[in-house]
């Protein structure tokens, strides 16, 4: 039974760290568009997003920890995971070295959303409420929540007024 539980653990880790990767490309290429339009915006945008990766990569890495209870193969997942964001960068200046349509980012980063609910829906939360109990996952949540917000907020007071979200 303990194994059945372990394989569960790893799969929703796994399938966590895919979810987050294809989250994290996007993300990438808006940091190069935010840094086409300015070093001051690029940065800004950098560290919003540099701040919203940390849960994100505590979201790969545990899953990963609790199933297979080494801390490197959990770090490396959560590594790798994260690792798709520089991919962006490269890959929207290589392939659109002046400009990408924003209605194509922005498109990109309304499915990758989708997947992310989905995925914290579907996988994360049955899970935290199976190995943790429902108040300690609906509090993790809700810190989750608050940093997401607290990156948009930074992000926000700190972008130039003709640029908005």
Do not use: W
């Not at 070093?39 to 919203?52: D, T």
């Not at 960068?89 to 309304?110: H, K, M, T």
Request: hydrophobic share 55%.
């Amino acid at each position: 039974m303990m194994r059945k539980h372990r394989r569960q653990v790893l799969f929703s880790g796994i399938i966590t760290a895919v979810g987050i990767s294809l989250h994290n490309l996007p993300e990438g290429m808006a940091v190069f568009l935010g840094s086409v339009k300015g070093l001051h915006v690029g940065l800004n945008l950098a560290v919003a997003i540099a701040l919203h990766n940390i849960p994100e990569g505590v979201a790969v890495a545990l899953p990963i920890y609790f199933a297979t209870k080494s801390k490197k193969k959990a770090f490396y997942t959560a590594a790798f995971s994260g690792l798709a964001e520089p991919l962006g960068v490269v890959a929207v200046a290589l392939l659109f070295p002046s400009s990408l349509n924003p209605d194509i980012l922005e498109g990109l980063l309304g499915s990758v959303g989708g997947v992310m609910a989905f995925l914290t829906l579907h996988e994360m939360l049955p899970l935290a409420f199976d190995y943790c109990g429902q108040k300690q996952a609906v509090k993790a949540v809700f810190v989750g929540m608050a940093c997401m917000s607290a990156s948009l907020y930074f992000l926000e007071v700190s972008l130039p007024k003709e640029i908005s979200l």
